[in-house]
């Protein structure tokens, strides 16, 4: 099956700066990338997604990159605020019937003012 | 629209008991899952349904998991003999799902539970 795994696994970065996190993924056949951000007491709420048609995207301050060769993708944030202090979360879900996510294991991110 | 809801948003039980976590999709979407995120670690896959296939139970950890999804909308999570590693927040997300696409998933707030 599908493995995730993601780095780093706490990050702090000042006000304004850039965050980048990354993850790699184990199955070829994973299409669908998405970046969910959890804030504390809440469920994930989704973010960002690319396909494997693509390879980059951009919505405002949030990008995602993604190289399927090398089977890994990275979130970028610039311009952090602290109300992006939160949880984030990648995952991977492959062709097939279920579609299901495999998450990564998370990275809190802390956005010092 | 309303979001995907669920209730109890806070579960507190003794070892043993039975619980039933409950979940409302959004309205309209065919596909539901469910997913265990257990203290300080990422989202585990438990069960998804579609439509009116049979479910995917392939996560289920163990025989004491089992889940419903009735009239194609409304879920029940039940858990039997609940366990102290049952302890965890339970998710439940819900998608279009539409034919050949991989739809975004859309999270409810989740159940935290509590096996004492």
């Known amino acids: 099956g599908e493995n995730v795994e993601q780095h780093p696994s706490t990050l702090s970065v000042q006000e304004g700066d850039s965050a980048v996190i990354k993850c790699t993924y184990s199955d070829s056949a994973s299409n669908y990338f998405p970046w969910y951000k959890q804030e504390l007491g809440k469920g994930p709420q989704l973010i960002i997604d690319?396909?494997?048609?693509?390879g980059e995207k951009k919505d405002q301050r949030i990008a995602v990159t993604l190289n399927k060769t090398a089977k890994h993708f990275s979130l970028h944030i610039t311009e952090t605020q602290p109300e992006d202090s939160a949880v984030y979360f990648c995952a991977a879900s492959s062709r097939g019937s279920a579609r299901q996510l495999t998450f990564g294991s998370g990275t809190q991110l802390t956005v010092l003012p | 629209g309303a979001g995907v809801s669920q209730s109890p948003s806070n579960k507190v039980t003794e070892k043993g008991k039975d619980v039933e976590l409950r979940c409302d999709p959004i309205?309209?979407?065919?596909?539901l899952y469910w997913y265990r995120q257990s203290l300080g670690q990422g989202l585990e896959f438990l069960i998804y349904f579609q439509g009116n296939s049979a479910p995917d139970k392939s996560g289920l950890p163990s025989d004491r998991f089992s889940a419903e999804r009735t009239g194609g909308s409304v879920s029940t999570l039940t858990i039997q003999r609940t366990q102290q590693e049952d302890s965890a927040v339970y998710l439940c997300a819900s998608s279009l799902s539409r034919r050949g696409s991989t739809d975004t998933q859309y999270f409810g707030p989740g159940t935290r539970l509590t096996v004492l």
């Open positions: 309205s309209g979407h065919t596909a």
């Open positions: 690319i396909r494997s048609n693509v």
